[in-house]
């Protein structure tokens, strides 16, 4: 009879302990699996933000500065700094960001974003892509008219010029201030 109740005791105490480590585990895997999802939306905003590429589901990923579009990224700068006074960013800023996924102590640099480059992506989010494509509208017209791609289709090299170009034309229409 004490044999079989210590029998039982220890099947009772091995259960609850295994019910403990698969609860522990879970709860692990639903951190992890947090983490990952916050770090998915952060991803997610940047890369949209800086038009990083297309694909919806890869814009969850790191992309380093092989998949910038400087011709676009050089645009939407141009209209962010054209119509706040907050913060100027330039290209150099953009690809010093995104040029490593990790920063010197080995932390992933989205979490640990520049102020002025989250501050471009808040203002993305607050109105920035409307007055982008507002603005852009107006160049791509410039553009087709002066026997240019629109801008997204042509180099880099080739939208700075451009864009100089417009800004010195007639047709010029400047990005909208905030009030």
């Known amino acids: ?23 522990c585990m ?16 952060l991803y997610y905003k940047q890369n949209t933000a800086f038009e990083v590429c297309d694909d919806l589901i890869e814009r969850q990923y790191y992309h380093g500065v092989d998949k ?36 010197s102590n080995g932390k992933k640099r989205v979490y640990y974003i520049p102020q002025n480059i ?11 892509e409307d007055k982008i494509w507002s603005f852009c509208k107006g160049f791509n017209k410039y553009l087709l008219a002066n026997g240019y791609e629109m801008y997204w289709d042509i180099s880099y090299e080739e939208v700075v010029v451009a864009l100089d170009e417009y800004k010195n034309s007639s047709e010029y229409i400047p990005p909208e201030q905030e009030k």
Do not use: H, P
């Open 1 to 23: 009879m004490k044999r079989k109740t210590i029998f039982m005791l220890a099947i009772l105490l091995t259960t609850f302990l295994i019910m403990i480590i698969i609860c």
């Open 26 to 41: 879970q709860k692990e895997r639903s951190i992890k699996q947090a983490e990952r999802k916050e770090q998915e939306q």
């Open 68 to 103: 910038l579009r400087l011709n676009r990224i050089f645009v939407d700068l141009y209209v962010y700094n054209g119509s706040q006074k907050k913060y100027n960013i330039s290209i150099n800023d953009v690809v010093d960001y995104f040029c490593k996924e990790y920063d």
């Open 118 to 128: 989250n501050d471009y992506i808040a203002w993305y989010y607050n109105g920035g």
